[in-house]
Antibody, heavy 124, light 109 residues
Framework: QVHLVESGGGVVQPGGSLRLSCTAS????????IHWVRQAPGKGPEWVAF????????YYADSVKGRFTISRDNSKNTVYLQMNNLRAEDTAVYYC?????????????????WGQGTLVTVPS | QSVLTQPPSASGTPGQRIIISCSGS????????VYWYQQFPGTAPKLLIY???QRPSGVPDRFSGSKSGTSASLAISGLRSEDEADYYC??????????FGAGTKVTVL
């Protein structure tokens, strides 16, 4: 049974930093891409970042590029999202999601399983 | 970054068939797979359709997806009260990002 658990959310002042973790179980973690997707209150999902199964490729949304860094430790079945220089507009529930095993970029819209999310609040 | 365009709402009576559209461009929908997600309030989105028209196990065959050119559609047949939810389309864009539509709220009258 696939299980993804996010942690590390909280309240942080503008300009501050947080590191989110996503620990996975129930599937061959080192064979799958992982994404971070966020959802601001009352809004739709917004893709944040992607990391390939081996950490070899990483992509970021323009809104977080240069401030957020995605990484993974396959020995711990964990993906991280280091978030620096946080802004009020980063306030959202952050989900990690299991991606595909495919190497074709056209499959990168696939989020097969999602965690329960962790709330990040940056007061304005 | 470009966006995927969905109608904000759709509705129907029980048993009806409704269709939700998702309009994009040559750099996203036309050249990559389209995915659909269902979300109930307070919960994470759930994969409903993958690779344009495939259903994950456990998704009823009342849900179907299609794609033509720069547009995609999600059809819900035999509409049921438990289908009331928000529905989002998503696709990879060749500008190196994943795009979501703004979502369609489905109401069962």
């Amino acid at each position: 049974q696939v299980h993804l658990v996010e942690s590390g959310g909280g309240v942080v002042q503008p300009g501050g930093s947080l590191r989110l973790s996503c620990t996975a179980s129930g599937f061959a973690f080192s064979s799958y891409a992982i994404h971070w997707v966020r959802q601001a209150p009352g809004k739709g999902p917004e893709w944040v970042a992607f990391i390939r199964y081996d950490g070899g490729n990483k992509y970021y949304a323009d809104s977080v590029k240069g401030r957020f860094t995605i990484s993974r430790d396959n020995s711990k079945n964990t993906v991280y999202l280091q978030m620096n220089n946080l802004r009020a507009e980063d306030t959202a529930v952050y989900y990690c999601a299991k991606g595909s095993t495919g190497l074709w970029s056209g499959e990168l819209g696939e989020f097969g399983y999602w965690g329960q999310g962790t709330l990040v609040t940056v007061p304005s | 970054q470009s966006v995927l365009t969905q109608p904000p709402s759709a509705s129907g009576t029980p048993g009806q068939r409704i269709i939700i559209s998702c309009s994009g461009s040559s750099s996203n929908i036309e050249s990559n797979y389209v995915y659909w997600y269902q979300q109930f309030p307070g919960t994470a989105p759930k994969l409903l359709i993958y690779r344009n028209n495939q259903r994950p196990s456990g998704v009823p065959d009342r849900f179907s997806g299609s794609k033509s050119g720069t547009s995609a559609s999600l059809a819900i047949s035999g509409l049921r009260s438990e289908d009331e939810a928000d529905y989002y389309c998503a696709a990879w864009d060749d500008s190196l990002s994943v795009l979501f539509g703004a979502g369609t709220k489905v109401t069962v009258l």
